[in-house]
């Protein structure tokens, strides 16, 4: 089956601008996560969402918002870019296992540049 | 709160030899543990996971880790490298079971160099 597939996958933007990134789940997963990867900071986990409500958010200005449709599609929302937001979006979803856990499935990234 | 340390953030093997990646994790409950690679410009990939089941947990392409509560460790090993084990290795703990299941902390990442 088809893997969490994110969209687009590389853009630049100038410093003010804002940026919409998309993430499509894998069938049947109704939670989406997103997560921002620099190299001085790693992984760091900016929200998550599931049947269409946030149910955590990282420690991210506001300017960072997302949104998930009906169809668990999921939406994050940059605006005022600023330099520093240069960085690998990666979004997940998820399936809870029986045991628990909850194994992400990760896409390939958005990577944005910001100019 | 919890947290997680890989020790190494470099490591190089020879193809062939034993890898070593070792994590240390601080969790105030019973965690789960991940493994994950990453390979340039790609997501990333779940290796293995822990969740309270057998301590000893096997993973793809040969990986496996070790729960080691008294050691607070979960390190990562394999037999025998391979050139396409290089890639990024990040150590991941989640305290939640159930509820948000979004909120895992990483490791910062061991980059894993394999010489031919």
């Known amino acids: 089956k088809a893997g969490v597939t994110q969209t687009p996958r590389y853009l630049i933007k100038t410093r003010g601008q804002q940026v919409t990134l998309s993430c499509s789940p894998i069938?049947?997963?109704?939670?989406v996560s997103w997560y921002q990867q620099t190299p001085g900071q790693g992984l760091q986990f900016l929200f998550e969402?599931?049947?269409?409500?946030?149910?955590n958010k990282g420690n991210f200005p506001g300017r960072f918002s997302g949104r998930q449709f009906s169809n668990s599609r999921s939406e994050m929302n940059v605006s005022t870019l600023e330099l520093g937001d240069s960085a690998l979006y990666l979004c997940?979803?998820?399936?809870?296992?029986?045991?628990?856990?909850?194994?992400?499935?990760f896409g390939a990234g958005s990577r944005l540049t910001v100019l | 709160a919890q947290s997680v340390t890989q020790l190494d953030s470099h490591v190089s093997v020879s193809e062939g030899t034993p890898v070593l990646l070792r994590c240390n994790y601080s969790?105030?409950?019973?965690?789960?543990l991940f493994w994950y690679v990453q390979h340039p410009n790609k997501g990333l990939q779940l290796l293995l996971k822990?969740?309270?089941?057998?301590?000893l947990v096997k993973g793809i392409n040969g990986f496996e880790a070790e729960f080691k509560k008294s050691e607070t460790s979960f390190h990562l090993t394999k037999p025998s490298a391979h050139m396409s084990d290089a890639a990024e290795y990040f150590c991941?703990?989640?305290?939640?079971?159930?509820?948000?299941?979004?909120?895992?902390?990483f490791g910062k990442g061991t980059k894993l160099s394999v010489k031919p």
């Open positions: 822990y969740t309270s089941a057998a301590t």
């Open positions: 991941v703990v989640s305290d939640h079971d159930g509820g948000s299941q979004g909120n895992l902390i």
């Open positions: 997940a979803s998820s399936l809870k296992t029986d045991s628990g856990a909850n194994v992400l499935t």
């Open positions: 969402y599931f049947s269409e409500t946030q149910r």
């Open positions: 069938s049947g997963h109704r939670s």
């Open positions: 969790s105030s409950y019973s965690p789960s």
